[in-house]
Nanobody, 121 residues
Framework: QVELVESGGGLVQAGGSLRLSCAASRRTSSTTGWFRQAPGKEREFVAAITPDGDGRYYGDAVKGRFTISRDNAKNTVYLQMNNLMPEDTAVYYC????????????????WGQGTQVTVSS
């Protein structure tokens, strides 16, 4: 079992930037993903990164604006979010991948508690 803790959320104006962190309780060999969920909407895939960092995958809504990275020495995965827009407002979750495709929540089995990101217009 692994515990994941997200941090770095907050309130930012449109066009601004935030960097989210996902700290794991131990080193894992799992791909780590970021998802987000806005009120009344389904959980949406944002990005994923393989354990060695060589594989990076992004949802269509964030391509070109968000960058996922990891520091295995710190057991931490980051999500750099630039040019934020009001539609990016959501609770952002990180999760450890289990098996299968990367862009579906049901293929992840450990989740953090989430961090709120609010983008004002």
């Amino acid at each position: 079992q692994v515990e994941l803790v997200e941090s770095g959320g907050g309130l930012v104006q449109a066009g601004g930037s935030l960097r989210l962190s996902c700290a794991a309780s131990r080193r894992t060999s799992s791909t780590t993903g970021w998802f987000r969920q806005a009120p009344g909407k389904e959980r949406e895939f944002v990005a994923a990164i393989t354990p060695d960092g060589d594989g990076r995958y992004y949802g269509d809504a964030v391509k070109g604006r968000f960058t996922i990275s990891r520091d295995n020495a710190k057991n931490t995965v980051y999500l750099q979010m630039n040019n934020l827009m009001p539609e990016d407002t959501a609770v952002y979750y990180c999760a450890a991948h289990r098996l299968g495709v990367y862009d579906t929540p049901r293929t992840y089995d450990y989740w953090g508690q989430g961090t709120q990101v609010t983008v004002s217009s």
